[in-house]
């Protein structure tokens, strides 16, 4: 079901909230994804340049320190998976700070997301139950309105509740219940709430505490620029 009046801007800006957390999240994986896989390349160039250093230390020795073509060439391939692991080593620094910065991205992209998720459900059912009430049928404001009339007939002992309340009561229950027996597939029915989504948006791989903590984005985002700051000032050098 969906109505006329269905206002497009909260739409709007949840399918973009949607569009920009999803980015974000691609990218943070795509970070992680390059760290995985420098450690595995830093870990291979450290596993041949150890094997490369007792190879070529002993074939020296046996050699008596006769530099053979042979022999320079291999000592400057050793020196070169050295040097290889320690600039994936200083690469996997960088990337770590890349994948926290993505990550308090993710964080404010989220929170955007939640918040619109919730705004263009709560506006589409608002709407939703207006429209409803102007269209309630008249068989049932009849069999209310007769119902009323019931609990003047029979006045009750207790003065408590008065008869609209007694009577809303009933109804609301009723009409409750008889909701609640409808299978959630009926609610995806109406498209524009299958776009938008039953539950709140799913946030896979989201680092959950530090969303929730201001104080932590703040530290981190703070930790992150100090970090960077210094890593500038070493390669000014």
């Known amino acids: 079901m969906t109505t006329p009046e269905q206002n497009q801007t909260s739409l709007m800006c949840f399918e973009q909230a949607r569009t920009e957390h999803t980015n974000n999240m ?43 073509d042979e022999l320079r060439a291999e000592h400057s391939q050793r020196i070169a998976s050295r040097e290889l692991a320690e600039e994936f080593t200083g690469l996997l620094t960088e990337l770590e700070l890349d994948k926290q910065a993505a990550m308090l991205g993710c964080c404010a992209s989220a929170k955007e997301y939640t918040e619109s998720h919730r705004d263009a459900f709560n506006e589409f059912a608002d709407m939703n139950w207006e429209s409803a009430l102007r269209h309630v049928s008249p068989k049932l404001l009849w069999a ?10 029979n006045p009750r002992q207790d003065n408590e509740q008065s008869d609209m309340e007694v009577v809303a009561a009933l109804v609301g229950d009723a009409l409750t219940r008889a909701a609640a027996a409808l299978p959630e ?6 498209p524009l709430l299958d776009n938008i ?30 970090q960077r700051g210094e890593k500038q000032e070493v390669k000014q050098k």
């Open 26 to 68: 691609k990218k943070y994986n795509g970070i992680c994804a390059d760290i995985t896989r420098c450690e595995k390349e830093r870990q291979a160039a450290i596993e041949a340049g150890k094997e490369a250093e007792t190879n070529w230390r002993t074939r020296f020795r046996n050699l008596r320190g006769n530099l053979t």
């Open 185 to 190: 597939k009926v609610l995806r029915e109406a």
């Open 197 to 226: 989504g039953l539950w709140r948006p799913a946030l896979t791989g989201l680092d959950i505490e530090l969303m929730r903590s201001p104080a932590k984005r703040t530290r981190l985002a703070l930790s992150i620029r100090e």
């Open 144 to 153: 209310i309105r007769l119902r009323l009339q019931r609990e003047k007939v």
